[in-house]
C-alpha cells in the first residue's frame, strides 16, 4: 500500500489536503528537493509536485523517471501552467521514434 | 567493416557461424520487440497527451475555485477548515508487464472517515461556498489524476525501454551480425585458398616423381 503526497507553493497544495493527500509545502528548490528526495525513500507511490517547483529541481525528478515507485507527477501550480508537463511527453516521444509525432 | 581478429580454422568457422545464426534470431526477436513496444508506446502517449491537456484545464478551474475562496476567508481560517481531512488516500500500485516494462496498474483506495456523503471536512459555518466548490471539483479530478500517474509512468519506462531496444537492434545490425558474417567469408576464402594450394602441392609433387621415375 502507497501512499500520495503533493509537493509545492503552499495556495496551490491546499485543496489536495482537504481531500486526504498529504501536502508538503515548499518554497524555494532545496525544500523542494529535500522534500521529493524524502518522500521516495518513504512508502509513497505517487509524488505529485507543481510544475515550478519542479523547473527548479530538474535532475532530481530526473532521477526518478526511470523507476517505477515513486511516479513523480507534474501539476500546474495556481499561477497555471508552464507546459514542462506537456514538454517532458513530447521528449519521451522524441526519444522514443526519434521525432516528434505528435 | 572491420573483420574480428580470429585464426582462420576450421574450428573458429564453426564458432562463428553459431554465433551469427545467435546473434541473426536475437535480432528478429528485439526487433518484434521493438516494433510492439512502439505501437503500445504511440497508442499510450496519445491518451498521455489528452489526458495531461484535460487534467491542466480542470486543475486550472479548481484553482481559481480556490483563489475565490482564499479571497472570500481569512488564510487562517482557510487553513484551519483543511486541516483535518476527513478522507484518507492511498494507492495500490501493482505491476503489469507489457513485453519486458514493468507498467504500474495503480488503484486509488479512499476512506472516508465518519458519515459517509460528506467530502468537506469542515463545518459551514465559517466558510465560504467558493471553498465547497473548489473541493468538490478537485474531488472530481483526483481520478483523472491518478490515471494520469498511471498512463505517464509507463509511457516514461517504456520510451526508456524502446531506445534500450533500438540500440541494441541497431549494434546487431549494423555491427555485430556485418563483423562476423564478413569474417565467416574470411575464412571460407582462406580456407579453400589453402585447400587449393595443397593441391597444387601435391600435383607437382606428384609431376617431379613422374619426371624421375
Known amino acids: 500500500m502507497y501512499k500520495v503526497a ?4 503552499k495556495n496551490s497544495i491546499l485543496g489536495f489536503k482537504a481531500l486526504g493527500i498529504d501536502a508538503i509545502p515548499a518554497l524555494d528548490g532545496d525544500e523542494a528537493r529535500v ?61 522514443a521514434v526519434g521525432i516528434n509525432i505528435l | 567493416m572491420a573483420r574480428l581478429d580470429v585464426k582462420p580454422t576450421r574450428m573458429e568457422l564453426t564458432k562463428l557461424r553459431g554465433r551469427l545464426s545467435i546473434a541473426t534470431r536475437g535480432h528478429k526477436l528485439l526487433k518484434d520487440k ?33 483563489l475565490l475562496a482564499s479571497a472570500a476567508m481569512s488564510p487562517e481560517l482557510l487553513e484551519q477548515a483543511v486541516a483535518y481531512p476527513k478522507e484518507s488516500i492511498s494507492v ?20 472516508l472517515e465518519g458519515d459517509a456523503g460528506s467530502i468537506y471536512p469542515y463545518g459551514f459555518v465559517q466558510t465560504s461556498s467558493e471553498l465547497d466548490d473548489a473541493i468538490s471539483k478537485l474531488y472530481g479530478i483526483m481520478d483523472e489524476l491518478l490515471e494520469l500517474a498511471e498512463i505517464e509512468k509507463a509511457c516514461q519506462l517504456m520510451a526508456d525501454e524502446i531506445e534500450k531496444t533500438r540500440r541494441r537492434v541497431n549494434a546487431l ?18 580456407l579453400d585458398e589453402n585447400e587449393r594450394s595443397t593441391i597444387t602441392r601435391l600435383m607437382k609433387v606428384k609431376d617431379m616423381i613422374e619426371a624421375d621415375a
Open chain 2, 34 to 66: 521493438q516494433d510492439e513496444l512502439m505501437r503500445v508506446f504511440i497508442s499510450k502517449v496519445r491518451e498521455n497527451q489528452a489526458l495531461r491537456k484535460q487534467v491542466e484545464k480542470d486543475l486550472h478551474k479548481s484553482f481559481q475555485e480556490f
Open chain 1, 6 to 9: 503533493v509537493v509545492g507553493d
Open chain 1, 35 to 95: 522534500a521529493v528526495d524524502n518522500l521516495a525513500r518513504q512508502n509513497y507511490g505517487i509524488i505529485f509536485i507543481t510544475e515550478q517547483m519542479a523547473s527548479l529541481i530538474p535532475d532530481t525528478i530526473e532521477r526518478y523517471n526511470n523507476q517505477m515507485i515513486p511516479a513523480v507527477i507534474l501539476i500546474p501550480s495556481n499561477q497555471g501552467t508552464l507546459n514542462i508537463g506537456l514538454d517532458r511527453i513530447r521528449d519521451n516521444v522524441e526519444k
Open chain 2, 173 to 190: 545490425e549494423f555491427r555485430t551480425i556485418p563483423e562476423l558474417e564478413e569474417t565467416i567469408r574470411f575464412i571460407v576464402m582462406k
Open chain 2, 92 to 111: 495500490d500500485i501493482k505491476r503489469e508487464n507489457i513485453m519486458g516494462v514493468n507498467a504500474p496498474v495503480m488503484d486509488f483506495i479512499r476512506k
